[in-house]
């Protein structure tokens, strides 16, 4: 800010930030807050997941949770809980994390329902056909395809597998989530 009473106004006006996901942001974006919160007036309040530092391809970097704990040095809480997956599913995430270094135990909320499977694909399309088998299969064995439902990451799996799907004369149906 180059003029302090605009500064005030805003700090003022917007006594906390709220930064969600804050551990995919970019040293510029880190920046930004600092201008919006600075150290010492503003106060902010982070969300963030160590283990899901999935954006560093779009530039963020560990070295900015380093950077705000230095400057905002704030009070630490860790949640435990996890409402949406069973015993199975946190007892896996666990363990990988575990293999990378971080010890931690996840208490499910939701009772458990199925099994995990891994697959390793060397395409988007070699996993759109195992998905696509994996149906057929379960179709064969009397599960009807409205107890089905696939959830993926890429849209690209999507776009292949749902010609797979008519070629099996499987129907389905996209449900797509806007992000708000």
Known sequence: YNDEAIAEAWHQAHPW??????????????????????????????????????????????????????????????????????SVITQVCDHL??????????????????????????SPQEEAEWIASEITTLRQEGIPLNEMVILYRRHRVGELLEPLLRERQLEAYRIHRQPF
């Open 17 to 86: 930030l709220f930064v969600d996901e804050f551990q995919d942001i970019d040293p510029a974006q880190f920046q930004f807050l600092q201008l919006l919160a600075p150290p010492g007036l503003g106060r902010v309040m982070a969300v963030l997941d160590e283990e899901q530092r999935i954006y560093s391809w779009r530039g963020a970097e560990a070295e900015v949770l380093t950077q705000f704990r230095r400057v905002y040095h704030p009070h630490t809480y860790q949640l435990r809980r996890n409402y949406r997956s069973g």
């Open 97 to 122: 994390l575990a293999r990378g270094r971080v010890e931690r135990t996840t208490h499910p909320q939701r009772a458990e329902v199925g099994e995990c499977v891994r697959q390793w694909f060397q």
